[in-house]
């Protein structure tokens, strides 16, 4: 299988305007983003995709290689096949790239599954892990999901799912961690099709993988990745950074 990572990179994040350009110890965010990804040895090769000059020149000229969008996309799923459209490629891993400390474990967790999957039953595969405690089940920023009896996806959500009105049935509660494996047609076919009203409701672009049938393998992690949203995250990144 040949294997790429992809880093989709917008400029004008809503909440932290230009963070992924910001200082992180001498190094932008999204270049330490992307050496963090090629550092990993897993991926022929590793691609950051953007609709700013200023990211890709950041990244080309740093010696890596970068896409630029021709369209506007409302997802990170529907920039990345717009890149990976013509690319001889199996299996697409998204990175997200205010992440600068990829890691190789969770990454190889995600890729597993497409090893013994030779009647190609999955369609993506992601990362969950267990949260008990009640401010993070309950914290809309956290996407929850539920799973079947073969860890494949059957919702996700913002809200408390499964809703505890039993408060004794034993339930596991899984946050979603938004690291992705694609089969290359899949995002593709996401890429035809219409935003349906569970994914416009809940602002989850995987909800339209599951409403047009695709089969998504879920594997438990205990990995927490360390995002930037915020200027307090990049302040605990630089922080993590002087620490290493």
């Given at each position: ?56 020149d950041?990244i ?27 690319l ?15 890691e ?22 992601s ?7 009640e401010d ?18 059957l ?11 039993d408060?004794e049935?034993?339930?596991r ?11 290359k ?5 996401f890429y ?13 672009e995987?909800?339209?993988y ?10 438990e ?24």
């Amino acid at each position: 299988m040949k294997i790429i990572a992809v880093i989709p990179a917008r400029y004008a994040s809503t909440r932290f305007p230009a963070k992924l350009m910001q200082d992180l110890g001498g190094k932008t965010v999204i270049l330490r983003t992307y050496e963090a990804a090629v550092s990993t040895k897993l991926f022929d090769d590793v691609f950051v995709v953007t609709d700013s000059d200023l990211i890709f020149d950041e990244i080309v000229s740093h010696g890596g290689k970068a896409i630029m969008s021709i369209k506007e996309h409302e997802s990170g799923s529907d920039r990345i096949a717009e890149a990976v459209a013509n690319l001889d490629v199996d299996i697409v891993v998204n990175v997200q790239g205010d992440e600068p400390f990829t890691e190789v474990a969770p990454l190889e967790q995600v890729l597993s599954v497409f090893k013994n999957d030779a009647d190609k039953k999955i369609d993506l595969a992601s990362l969950m892990r267990e949260i008990t405690d009640e401010d993070e089940i309950n914290n809309p920023n956290n996407v929850k999901v539920v799973v079947d009896q073969s860890q494949f996806a059957l919702y996700f959500s913002r809200s408390v799912i499964p809703y505890p009105r039993d408060k004794e049935a034993g339930v596991r509660y899984f946050q979603h961690i938004g690291i992705y494996a694609f089969r290359k047609q899949a995002l593709l076919d996401f890429y035809s099709l219409p935003m349906k009203s569970l994914e416009a409701s809940e602002k989850l672009e995987q909800l339209r993988y599951l409403e047009f049938g695709k089969r998504i393998k879920m594997v438990e992690t205990t990995h927490v990745g360390i995002g930037i949203d915020t200027a307090e995250d990049l302040e605990r990144a630089r922080a993590m950074l002087r620490d290493i």
